[in-house]
């Protein structure tokens, strides 16, 4: 037994096991006590808007000892609200979790809660490429030890939960938060994402799944607008990755979706909350809000009647944790339960839950007597290798007619309105776009070379010539005759253009960020086109954070490349890629649009989703997912696979890939499915697994795949999943469309019904030989 005063009373403790611990503690506390646990503080809220509605939400915390005096749940985003040196927060983050052991009657610590999805969101932090790049690299083991190198440094500053990784399918690139999501198929995200939970839970911090479930299949591709998927979508594409990463990643930490699915917010709805989240997938870690959501079902979806209410459905739902503040779930909650109007066992389903979370981390057992780092290197070099090679792998050359890799031109024209901004470089949740965009006079303090300087580098015998030509997003074009004569006197011009990531149209791209059309922004298409028509050859570079109608350049330039936001090393992965020293690997981790009318768009459609003679309306993307080429070639042949297989069984498929070309070269393998006859309509081309090789030149393996039939399961006319007998055709290719060699194989019954019990359902494992 031990005695140890905290407070106003010591607390006297005989149990040792989360759960019992969270009972004892849960019996003592007062209601105030209780919703304290559940919400958080943001200490900076009055600060620089980073949150939907945070200036009309932000009002009435108080300050922090008043706000705190019962308890708290969590801080909110002590280091990614503004500009703060990390070493003093992090000592005054400690003194404040001292604090409340010391002054508050229970004496419980506080989990500290910070966005990480492009690194963690803090002055001076290591920012990685953004996730649509993570799906052009197809490297999960890769994108595993980003969340590794990341969770160090959450941990190093006491931060115990990162607000990632963003698991929403791709299915309308018109969207602005397209830069944060990872594909447009639910298997890449799935894969890609767990992998990230992986990684930064392996340090000890709890990663946070977003947004759960329906966000990005909103209508017109609105931020907030409703969704109205129907149910077979969201349970086979949307709601994939979320039980990848729930069963397979194990995942302590879900944030529900704004969205409101057929009229019903998700925040309001136990069926995905609860009935879907834990009672199907098993889920027993915290599921918190996102920022405001449980208000915003009061003050933006008009199903609540006030704060109170708002409170109650929530709870009621599943939502343990009100985030960033407690606008709700305070004084709101409290009235409602002495009320009667609101069931005091739903906030003690919620403390339960954050207490055993608590105990997780470890916090009910600190004590915060050891001195905070004094001295802090958010910026590694082992953060910078990582960034490096993630960056290197996403970029994805579309075209070339032989013009890369450069082949040392004597001069260079580099033009373009991205081509020396490192701002270009980062995605809207990046430290320097999210927040030091409101500080311009704070320097980033991180080594961030751009595209002109690191090409000035690595052509260091080149003549180089720079001419911004215009702005991302306006329609001035009086640059446009300097980019022209800077290309008229260079061999060859590189035309940087693209994306600036901001918030709630403060950019091109990112969170609030949509578009109604796919046209580069501003006048950046005219201005290319005024450069080709000077007549010297040009290489197009695309940084960007969604993928643009880009049709015409393909035909035009003599080579495409598309970067999405690729970190601080980008500038130099880009560099690396024209110049040759980098083998372009990267793979389209969505469909190139033809244009914004044909949006909604996914490679994951039904026959009629391709488009027939009974519309004038092309529907085919100009580029597919998977598409990527290199400077070396591949050639993928004899396929084999077993002849047939009982459904809810495991197949193997193996192919030969040869690197044919005359350089190393990184090759991703494909592997497709197409389910001949369903009893639903089924997609005419599905990924079935996927493996980054590389091979000298010359070289040759054997890529063997064991693919569960699950991987072709879907949900059938009453909406359960099975996996059903039949004829698959398989092929490997270069993208989804090309079938360069193709096998087939049978199903047999009966109908295999899927539940959580089959092991690794989704997955499919990978060796080579």
Not at 42 to 53: F, L, Q, S, T
Not at 194 to 212: D, E
Not at 417 to 438: E, I, K, M, Q
Not at 542 to 547: D, Q
Request: proline share 5%.
């Amino acid at each position: 037994m031990t005695d140890v005063e905290v407070g106003l009373a010591p607390v006297t403790s005989t149990v040792q096991g989360p759960a019992e611990r969270s009972l004892e503690l849960l019996g003592r506390m007062t209601l105030e006590e209780k919703v304290a646990q559940i919400v958080g503080f943001w200490v900076d809220e009055g600060g620089d808007v980073v949150a939907p509605m945070q200036g009309e939400m932000g009002e009435g915390s108080g300050k922090l000892e008043e706000f705190t005096r019962h308890g708290l749940g969590h801080f909110t985003r002590v280091y990614g609200t503004r500009p703060v040196d990390p070493a003093e927060r992090a000592t005054w983050l400690r003194d404040q979790q001292r604090r409340l052991i010391s002054e508050t009657r229970l004496g419980i610590p506080a989990i500290v809660h910070e966005e990480c999805l492009t690194g963690l969101a803090a002055w001076q932090a290591a920012t990685f490429p953004t996730p649509l790049a993570w799906g052009a690299a197809f490297d999960p083991d890769l994108v595993e030890r980003m969340g590794a190198v990341i969770g160090d440094s959450m941990r190093t500053l006491g931060v115990h939960q990162g607000l990632a990784p963003v698991l929403d399918v791709v299915r309308d690139v018109r969207w602005g938060r397209v830069d944060e999501c990872i594909a447009e198929d639910p298997y890449v995200v799935g894969t890609i994402g767990t992998a990230y939970v992986r990684g930064l839970q392996s340090t000890g911090v709890h990663a946070t799944l977003k947004h759960f479930v329906g966000y990005s299949a909103s209508r017109a591709g609105r931020n907030l607008a409703p969704v109205h998927a129907g149910p077979r979508e969201l349970a086979d594409v949307l709601m994939v990755p979320f039980e990848m990463a729930v069963i397979d990643g194990e995942v302590r930490s879900v944030m529900h979706s704004y969205a409101e699915i057929d009229g019903v917010p998700v925040a309001a709805d136990p069926r995905l909350l609860t009935g879907v989240l834990r009672d199907e997938w098993g889920f027993d870690g915290v599921v918190v809000a996102d920022y405001f959501g449980v208000a915003f079902l009061h003050l933006l979806h008009g199903v609540a009647e006030d704060l109170g209410d708002a409170a109650g459905q929530a709870l009621a739902a599943g939502i343990d944790v009100e985030l960033p503040t407690g606008n709700a779930y305070l004084q709101p909650l409290v009235d409602k339960v002495r009320a009667g109007l609101v069931d005091e066992a739903l906030v003690d389903r919620a403390v339960l839950r954050v207490l055993r979370q608590k105990a997780e981390l470890g916090l009910l057992d600190a004590t915060f007597e050891e001195p905070a780092p004094t001295e802090v290197d958010l910026d590694t070099a082992a953060h910078r290798e990582v960034a490096a090679l993630l960056a290197e792998e996403s970029i994805v050359l579309l075209a070339n007619d032989g013009a890369l890799p450069l082949a040392a031109p004597a001069s260079v024209a580099v033009i373009g309105p991205n081509a020396d901004r490192s701002a270009a470089l980062f995605g809207c949740y990046s430290f320097t776009n999210h927040v030091l965009a409101h500080h311009p006079e704070v320097p980033r303090r991180l080594e961030v070379p751009t595209v002109l300087e690191a090409l000035r580098e690595d052509l260091a015998g080149a003549e180089i010539v720079a001419a911004r030509g215009c702005a991302v997003d306006d329609e001035d074009r009086s640059g446009f005759d300097e980019a022209v004569a800077a290309a008229r006197g260079a061999e060859v011009a590189v035309v940087v253009v693209g994306d600036h990531a901001g918030l709630f149209g403060r950019g091109t791209v990112g969170e609030g960020c949509d578009r109604d059309d796919l046209e580069l922004p501003g006048v950046q298409r005219q201005m290319v086109e005024a450069v080709l028509d000077a007549g010297t050859p040009v290489v197009l570079v695309l940084l960007t954070g969604r993928p643009y109608v880009v049709d015409w350049a393909l035909e035009r330039c003599a080579a495409v490349v598309q970067a999405f936001f690729p970190g601080e090393e980008g500038g130099r992965a880009v560099a690396g890629v024209l110049t040759g020293r980098v083998n372009p690997s990267g793979r389209l981790p969505v469909s190139l649009p033809s244009s914004a009318g044909a949006q909604p768009q996914s490679y994951l459609r039904p026959r009629l989703g391709a488009g027939t003679d009974t519309t004038n309306l092309a529907a085919a993307a100009v580029l597919p997912f998977g598409h990527g080429l290199s400077y070396t070639s591949f050639a993928r042949t004899e396929l084999r696979c077993d002849a047939d297989v009982a459904a809810g069984g495991t197949f193997e498929v193996s192919v030969l890939v040869t690197n044919t070309g005359d350089r190393e070269g990184d090759d991703v393998v494909q592997l497709y499915g197409r389910d001949v006859v369903g009893s639903v309509t089924r997609p005419t081309a599905q990924l079935l697994g996927y493996q980054r090789l590389r091979l000298a030149a010359g070289e040759s393996a054997r890529v063997t795949f064991r693919v569960p039939t699950t991987r072709l399961a879907f949900s059938d006319r009453d909406m359960v999943r099975i996996v059903e007998p039949g004829a698959v055709e398989l092929w490997v290719g270069p993208s989804c469309l090309e079938r360069e060699t193709e096998a087939s194989l049978t199903i047999g019954g009966p109908v295999h019904r899927v539940t959580t019990a089959d092991d690794r359902w989704v997955v499919t494992d990978v060796a080579r030989a």
